[in-house]
């Protein structure tokens, strides 16, 4: 389905027909028209490569995807780019706020390190405060050895992005929580969970949604209405009662595997309706229009008819939908886990480090255990852009 | 041309561009004409060639960005209760200000083409006709309005309007929506009335019976009309002037009659010829040749150029024809008829 | 036009009843029989329970018949004593629970709702007419922090702000002293400071969507031929702008009602979590980490038929306000 639109500088007359020679000058002079530099090329594009190019326009979405690409390559490589184990306890360590980087040192410009940090009780306040010790200077390298992790449960590697080295004061770049965890690599290791929950359940919805959506939308009639009637009931049922119930019929002696598995079915149960809604409601209206008659009086079979003429038509609404779907999972996930309902420690999640982070008066002197709630609002946020600029771009009638 | 005293709204060399962001089009590129009161100005032009746009400036309501007049002067003669004549020039009035809006469906009101999306879905047509009366004559009462919208449906010839005035749009047939129309258009007595393609909407039956409407309606009230379409038969019904619009420019105006009798423009030639008849041998269609080109070109010289069978290359595509009085009355924007350039300093019109 | 209300409401019924077959699936779902489980726990409590009682329990819900009898009699109950299940938690019948704690859930929802209309409306409408002005970005700023911020990150965060800053204890509904005071004006007003934070933080993320909507509607309508109509009989940009495209795009704004409700009771049960409010929130919570079925299960039920019947009035609504509904014509 290209758009080819002719390009009328090509020549005065349209068509071929030459003139009637009455003694006149026959030759087809060119018309003095000058189309502004650009527009040629929008005249002779086919509709993705017009997405593509309209998306690109769209900076907020390009940089947003940049960035999301980027969170889900450090998911995917969460051991790697994390210093330390989602588990590592730091004795002594606990409560710590976020290491301080320098780069001087006795006046000295040197590659970034920390310092050696002892943790004092306050005797007034009894808290706990943390001083540096100026005189030891663990300088930050990148590319150390470190605990080992195992990629893709075969070989077994001990490279971390970045680190101080083991054994030796370690580097917490959010800081730690009551047990001496370091909340960076956990927050890395949530990412891992809290990312791919929200990417599967979406697309198993995404499956389940086009399958039923279809059905309901191509052959219309009581299955439709039935359909149509059970959608309706599910998304009348409020979002996080339903999905509180769905997980209080999980066994609290599944595992983490289990329980990641069970979330996600939980998230896709009501995500599905979201998207047969959408698919339904294109195939309905693009049904009617004059194209698809034309294929079916051409003779067309009905798959080919729904697989090369209508989907076309929305799949980029699809994709919109799927890519504004992701985030509601990934929030549903992280409300589920916050309220202890969801992901299960030992496993970690963006929502479970929520979880950790509640009592307020931590809160209060301990902000720094809010971080993983920016990477949830920052995903949240990303996803939105993209999804804003690919439906922006893939609008025909927009600007 | 027309009696200086007559003439009601006086169009100066009016120019109105779209700023898009693929180019410019210079929509209305140099207008000039006069309507005068009682009498109907035809404008006949194919889409694209700015008839609409030049409508919608006298009233004020071209769609702002993109579009703004760039050039020229609408002025309009308003005779006052002391018998004199007050020149406004709508052009310098502040965009949707009140005194433009005094004179929005008041002094020059309009009809538009598509009467199903004219009207909005949720009010009564007797509603959106009343308003019309209560914005301009605050002090009648709602009961007057109605009344009046009554008998001017009753006029427009819509039967049972004392009922009908309660319905909505979708519950009337094409032909009954462009008639509420104009009983809108007319319910304040408006010295002018724009009508913008009323008809082509509608079905060729539907079409006459408007047509018949408007002229006695005309008669009747005595306002002066800018007739705006592409047909050629219909304008020649129902206009006393006409005047030929291509891309922005006019290209030959003259009486009714006398561009029936004499069409002297290769375009209007064109479209004469490419109008079938019913009476006379079988013969083959004759289009007018070739297509529109993009309204973003910029035409140095004429710019129906590229598909004139008479032009001359050199004269035609170098210089803008100016418009001359080729024959008494009869102006026409075309070389075939003025000294060529090379005799003159600059051809520019 | 009443014809149209009484087929609606015939619908109404089968999908009630849909709503309540998911509901006690959510009730069924954990495995085991829950009287044998109650049973044992009472009787490892200490609490002796005669075998007769435990039969007469078993009995009363069915256990010792299949499923769909199981389900016929607590709709039954339902419907002919309004008796919503036993909640072994408590001990109580679900019903008194929810006599407790349900008005509060519907108040602060209702309110929501109103407070998120009345910000966004007005916002979206200016937005819509400003296209790229500093209230658009503004506006659309907003609105997405509502849809990104998870609320009980923003109610956590408000409350801990409310409570460092202005010594204003957020959590709960009432302060301490007039925890058991009888109701007086100064308990009122004390109730509706409360109630601030939970209306903001519920109405924002609602009030987020709606301008978007609105906006969109607007900028759609505000193309429109009658539009046009209109400004050439000679109305005011703001006479023409309230009296036809709004009135159109506001429409779709009030049938949004229909997935509007749901996630302001999703709210609305999350942020009364964090803020320990009396109203079904916290409740369900316990419910559900202690299985209590028959508690979760109807509120579920309850929530859902409310969020139904909530769709029911907006249509009624929408077919009131635009003809084309009611007479059948041509729909959106």
Same mark, same amino acid.
């Given at each position: 389905?290209?758009?080819?639109?002719?390009?009328?500088?090509?020549?005065?007359?349209?068509?071929?027909?030459?003139?009637?020679?009455?003694?006149?000058?026959?030759?087809?002079?060119?018309?003095?028209? !000058?189309?502004?530099?650009?527009?040629?090329?929008?005249? @002779?594009?086919?509709?993705?490569?017009?997405?593509?190019? !309209?998306?690109?326009?769209?900076?907020?979405?390009?940089?947003?995807?940049?960035?999301?690409?980027?969170?889900?390559?450090?998911?995917?490589?969460?051991?790697?780019?994390?210093?330390?184990?989602?588990?590592? !306890?730091?004795?002594?360590?606990?409560?710590?706020?976020?290491?301080?980087?320098?780069?001087?040192?006795?006046?000295?410009?040197?590659?970034?390190?920390?310092?050696?940090?002892?943790?004092?009780?306050?005797?007034?306040?009894?808290?706990?405060?943390?001083?540096?010790?100026?005189?030891?200077? @663990?300088?930050?390298?990148?590319?150390?050895?470190?605990?080992?992790?195992?990629?893709?449960?075969?070989?077994?590697?001990?490279?971390?992005?970045?680190?101080?080295?083991?054994?030796?004061?370690?580097?917490?770049?959010?800081?730690?929580?009551?047990?001496?965890?370091?909340?960076?690599?956990?927050?890395?290791?949530?990412?891992?969970?809290?990312?791919?929950?929200?990417?599967?359940?979406?697309?198993?919805?995404?499956?389940?949604?086009?399958?039923?959506?279809?059905?309901?939308? @191509?052959?219309?009639?009581?299955?439709?209405?039935?359909?149509?009637?059970?959608?309706?009931?599910?998304?009348? $049922?409020?979002?996080?009662?339903?999905?509180?119930?769905?997980?209080?019929?999980?066994?609290?002696?599944?595992?983490?595997?289990?329980?990641?598995?069970?979330?996600?079915?939980?998230?896709?149960?009501?995500?599905?309706?979201?998207?047969?809604?959408?698919?339904?409601?294109?195939?309905?209206?693009?049904?009617?229009?004059? @194209?698809?008659?034309?294929?079916?009086?051409?003779?067309?079979?009905?798959?080919?008819? $729904?697989?090369?003429?209508?989907?076309?038509?929305?799949?980029?609404?699809?994709?919109?939908?799927?890519?504004?779907?992701?985030?509601?999972?990934?929030?549903?996930?992280?409300?589920?886990?916050?309220?202890?309902?969801?992901?299960?420690?030992?496993?970690?999640?963006?929502?479970?480090?929520?979880?950790?982070?509640?009592?307020?008066?931590?809160?209060?002197?301990?902000?720094?255990?809010?971080?993983?709630?920016?990477?949830?609002?920052?995903?949240?946020?990303?996803?939105?852009?993209?999804?804003?600029?690919?439906?922006?771009?893939?609008?025909?009638?927009?600007? | 041309?027309?009696?200086?005293?007559?003439?009601?709204?006086?169009?100066?060399?009016?120019?109105?561009?779209?700023?898009?962001?693929?180019?410019?089009?210079?929509?209305?590129?140099?207008?000039?004409?006069?309507?005068?009161?009682?009498?109907?100005?035809?404008?006949?032009?194919?889409?694209?060639?700015?008839?609409?746009?030049?409508?919608?400036?006298?009233?004020?309501?071209?769609?702002?960005?993109?579009?703004?007049?760039?050039?020229?002067?609408?002025?309009?003669?308003?005779?006052?209760?002391?018998?004199?004549?007050?020149?406004?020039?709508?052009?310098?009035?502040?965009?949707?200000?009140?005194?433009?809006?005094?004179?929005?469906?008041?002094?020059?009101?309009?009809?538009?083409?598509?009467?199903?999306?004219?009207?909005?879905?949720?009010?009564?047509?007797?509603?959106?006709?009343?308003?019309?009366?209560?914005?301009?004559?605050?002090?009648?009462?709602?009961?007057?309005?109605?009344?009046?919208?009554?008998?001017?449906?009753?006029?427009?010839?819509?039967?049972?309007?004392?009922?009908?005035?309660?319905?909505?749009?979708?519950?009337?047939?094409?032909?009954?929506?462009?008639?509420?129309?104009?009983?809108?258009?007319?319910?304040?007595?408006?010295?002018?009335?724009?009508?913008?393609?009323?008809?082509?909407?509608?079905?060729?039956?539907?079409?006459?019976?408007?047509?018949?409407?408007?002229?006695?309606?005309?008669?009747?009230?005595?306002?002066?009309?800018?007739?705006?379409?592409?047909?050629?038969?219909?304008?020649?019904?129902?206009?006393?002037?006409?005047?030929?619009?291509?891309?922005?420019?006019?290209?030959?105006?003259?009486?009714?009659?006398?561009?029936?009798?004499?069409?002297?423009?290769?375009?209007?030639?064109?479209?004469?010829?490419?109008?079938?008849?019913?009476?006379?041998?079988?013969?083959?269609?004759?289009?007018?040749?070739?297509?529109?080109?993009?309204?973003? +070109?910029?035409?140095?010289?004429?710019?129906?150029?590229?598909?004139?069978?008479?032009?001359?290359?050199?004269?035609?595509? +170098?210089?803008?024809?100016?418009?001359?009085?080729?024959?008494?009355?009869?102006?026409?924007?075309?070389?075939?008829?003025?000294?060529?350039?090379?005799?003159? +300093?600059?051809?520019?019109? | 036009?009443?014809?149209?209300?009484?087929?609606?409401?015939?619908?109404?019924?089968?999908?009630?009843?849909?709503?309540?077959?998911?509901?006690?699936?959510?009730?069924?779902?954990?495995?085991?029989?829950?009287?044998?489980?109650?049973?044992?726990?009472?009787?490892?409590?200490?609490?002796?329970?005669?075998?007769?009682?435990?039969?007469?329990?078993?009995?009363?819900?069915?256990?010792?018949?299949?499923?769909?009898?199981?389900?016929?009699?607590?709709?039954?109950?339902?419907?002919?004593?309004?008796?919503?299940?036993?909640?072994?938690?408590?001990?109580?019948?679900?019903?008194?629970?929810?006599?407790?704690?349900?008005?509060?859930?519907?108040?602060?929802?209702?309110?929501?709702?109103?407070?998120?209309?009345?910000?966004?409306?007005?916002?979206?409408?200016?937005?819509?007419?400003?296209?790229?002005?500093?209230?658009?970005?503004?506006?659309?700023?907003?609105?997405?922090?509502?849809?990104?911020?998870?609320?009980?990150?923003?109610?956590?965060?408000?409350?801990?702000?409310?409570?460092?800053?202005?010594?204003?204890?957020?959590?709960?509904?009432?302060?301490?002293?007039?925890?058991?005071?009888?109701?007086?004006?100064?308990?009122?007003?004390?109730?509706?400071?409360?109630?601030?934070?939970?209306?903001?933080?519920?109405?924002?993320?609602?009030?987020?969507?709606?301008?978007?909507?609105?906006?969109?509607?607007?900028?759609?309508?505000?193309?429109?031929?009658?539009?046009?109509?209109?400004?050439?009989?000679?109305?005011?940009?703001?006479?023409?702008?309230?009296?036809?495209?709004?009135?159109?795009?506001?429409?779709?704004?009030?049938?949004?009602?229909?997935?509007?409700?749901?996630?302001?009771?999703?709210?609305?049960?999350?942020?009364?979590?964090?803020?320990?409010?009396?109203?079904?929130?916290?409740?369900?919570?316990?419910?559900?980490?202690?299985?209590?079925?028959?508690?979760?299960?109807?509120?579920?039920?309850?929530?859902?038929?409310?969020?139904?019947?909530?769709?029911?009035?907006?249509?009624?609504?929408?077919?009131?306000?635009?003809?084309?509904?009611?007479?059948?014509?041509?729909?959106?």
């Amino acid at each position: 389905m290209s758009t080819h639109v002719r390009n009328a500088a090509e020549g005065g007359l349209g068509g071929s027909q030459p003139f009637i020679d009455e003694g006149v000058d026959t030759s087809i002079g060119s018309v003095d028209e !000058r189309l502004e530099a650009g527009s040629e090329r929008f005249y @002779y594009a086919n509709p993705w490569q017009l997405i593509m190019w !309209r998306f690109r326009r769209h900076r907020l979405a390009m940089i947003s995807l940049v960035l999301l690409v980027t969170l889900y390559l450090s998911a995917i490589l969460a051991p790697f780019v994390s210093p330390y184990l989602a588990t590592t !306890r730091f004795e002594g360590m606990q409560m710590m706020p976020p290491t301080r980087i320098h780069m001087i040192h006795e006046d000295r410009l040197m590659r970034p390190f920390i310092y050696s940090l002892t943790k004092t009780l306050d005797t007034e306040t009894f808290r706990y405060t943390f001083t540096e010790d100026t005189s030891q200077v @663990y300088p930050i390298l990148f590319f150390m050895q470190g605990e080992e992790y195992k990629v893709l449960g075969l070989w077994s590697i001990n490279i971390h992005l970045f680190g101080t080295g083991e054994g030796l004061q370690p580097v917490m770049l959010f800081g730690s929580d009551e047990l001496g965890r370091d909340i960076f690599s956990r927050t890395i290791y949530g990412g891992r969970i809290s990312l791919s929950i929200g990417l599967f359940g979406v697309l198993i919805a995404f499956g389940l949604g086009v399958l039923i959506g279809g059905i309901s939308g @191509y052959f219309g009639g009581s299955t439709d209405e039935v359909i149509q009637r059970l959608i309706d009931v599910i998304i009348s $049922i409020p979002l996080i009662p339903f999905w509180m119930a769905l997980s209080a019929a999980l066994p609290r002696t599944w595992d983490s595997t289990q329980t990641f598995l069970a979330i996600t079915l939980i998230l896709a149960a009501v995500t599905w309706c979201g998207l047969a809604r959408v698919v339904r409601g294109k195939l309905l209206a693009l049904r009617e229009e004059e @194209y698809a008659l034309a294929a079916q009086a051409a003779g067309a079979s009905k798959a080919r008819i $729904i697989f090369r003429h209508l989907m076309p038509g929305f799949t980029s609404h699809l994709i919109v939908s799927i890519t504004l779907a992701i985030p509601v999972a990934i929030l549903g996930e992280t409300a589920l886990s916050f309220l202890g309902l969801g992901i299960q420690p030992p496993a970690v999640s963006w929502g479970v480090l929520l979880k950790d982070a509640q009592d307020l008066v931590a809160v209060a002197q301990q902000p720094w255990r809010l971080i993983p709630a920016l990477f949830v609002i920052g995903t949240v946020l990303l996803f939105n852009f993209v999804g804003d600029g690919l439906r922006d771009a893939a609008d025909p009638y927009s600007a | 041309m027309a009696n200086s005293h007559d003439v009601l709204v006086d169009v100066q060399d009016l120019k109105v561009h779209f700023y898009l962001h693929e180019g410019t089009v210079h929509a209305v590129d140099g207008v000039s004409f006069q309507v005068s009161q009682g009498k109907t100005l035809g404008v006949i032009g194919e889409s694209g060639s700015g008839k609409s746009v030049t409508a919608q400036a006298i009233l004020g309501i071209v769609p702002s960005p993109p579009g703004k007049q760039v050039g020229g002067r609408i002025l309009l003669n308003l005779p006052e209760n002391d018998a004199s004549t007050r020149v406004i020039n709508l052009s310098e009035l502040k965009p949707n200000g009140s005194e433009i809006r005094s004179i929005r469906g008041k002094e020059i009101s309009m009809i538009f083409q598509e009467p199903m999306t004219s009207f909005s879905p949720v009010h009564t047509i007797g509603d959106q006709i009343m308003e019309a009366v209560r914005i301009h004559y605050p002090n009648v009462s709602k009961k007057e309005a109605r009344e009046r919208a009554i008998e001017m449906l009753r006029r427009v010839g819509i039967p049972h309007s004392e009922q009908r005035i309660d319905s909505y749009s979708f519950e009337f047939s094409g032909g009954m929506r462009q008639r509420a129309m104009i009983a809108m258009s007319l319910v304040c007595n408006p010295r002018m009335v724009i009508a913008d393609e009323p008809t082509t909407a509608l079905d060729v039956t539907i079409e006459a019976q408007i047509l018949e409407l408007l002229k006695d309606l005309q008669k009747e009230f005595g306002m002066a009309m800018l007739y705006i379409s592409h047909d050629l038969a219909v304008v020649g019904d129902v206009a006393d002037e006409v005047i030929v619009m291509y891309l922005g420019m006019v290209m030959e105006q003259a009486a009714t009659q006398e561009l029936f009798d004499n069409p002297l423009h290769p375009y209007t030639e064109a479209l004469w010829r490419s109008i079938p008849t019913i009476d006379g041998p079988l013969e083959k269609l004759s289009p007018v040749r070739g297509t529109l080109p993009s309204p973003f +070109a910029v035409h140095k010289g004429c710019p129906f150029f590229s598909r004139c069978e008479k032009r001359i290359p050199g004269v035609c595509d +170098a210089n803008r024809p100016p418009l001359v009085e080729a024959r008494p009355s009869h102006m026409v924007r075309c070389f075939l008829y003025t000294e060529l350039p090379s005799e003159k +300093a600059n051809g520019a019109a | 036009m009443l014809v149209y209300i009484i087929r609606r409401l015939l619908m109404l019924i089968p999908i009630l009843l849909l709503v309540s077959f998911i509901a006690f699936f959510i009730i069924e779902l954990p495995p085991g029989d829950w009287v044998t489980t109650y049973v044992s726990q009472l009787r490892t409590s200490g609490i002796q329970l005669s075998d007769q009682e435990a039969e007469r329990l078993t009995q009363l819900y069915g256990f010792d018949q299949p499923t769909y009898v199981r389900y016929y009699k607590w709709m039954q109950g339902i419907v002919t004593r309004g008796d919503f299940g036993w909640s072994f938690q408590w001990g109580k019948p679900v019903n008194d629970i929810l006599a407790e704690r349900l008005p509060i859930t519907l108040t602060i929802s209702l309110m929501a709702l109103v407070f998120s209309w009345m910000v966004a409306i007005p916002i979206g409408i200016y937005s819509a007419t400003h296209q790229y002005s500093l209230v658009d970005y503004f506006a659309t700023f907003i609105g997405f922090i509502g849809l990104a911020t998870p609320g009980f990150l923003l109610a956590m965060i408000l409350a801990w702000g409310a409570n460092q800053y202005l010594g204003f204890s957020a959590l709960g509904l009432y302060s301490k002293d007039f925890l058991d005071a009888p109701w007086s004006t100064a308990k009122a007003l004390d109730m509706l400071k409360h109630m601030i934070l939970p209306l903001i933080i519920i109405g924002m993320a609602s009030a987020g969507s709606t301008i978007r909507v609105l906006r969109g509607n607007l900028l759609d309508e505000l193309k429109k031929q009658y539009v046009i109509t209109a400004r050439a009989k000679g109305l005011s940009e703001y006479q023409l702008l309230m009296k036809y495209p709004v009135r159109l795009a506001l429409n779709p704004v009030f049938s949004t009602i229909g997935w509007l409700l749901p996630a302001i009771f999703a709210g609305e049960v999350l942020i009364s979590i964090v803020l320990s409010l009396p109203s079904l929130g916290p409740l369900l919570l316990r419910a559900t980490l202690s299985q209590d079925m028959y508690l979760v299960g109807s509120v579920v039920l309850i929530l859902s038929a409310l969020t139904i019947v909530g769709s029911l009035i907006s249509d009624i609504y929408l077919a009131w306000a635009d003809p084309r509904i009611r007479y059948g014509g041509v729909s959106k």
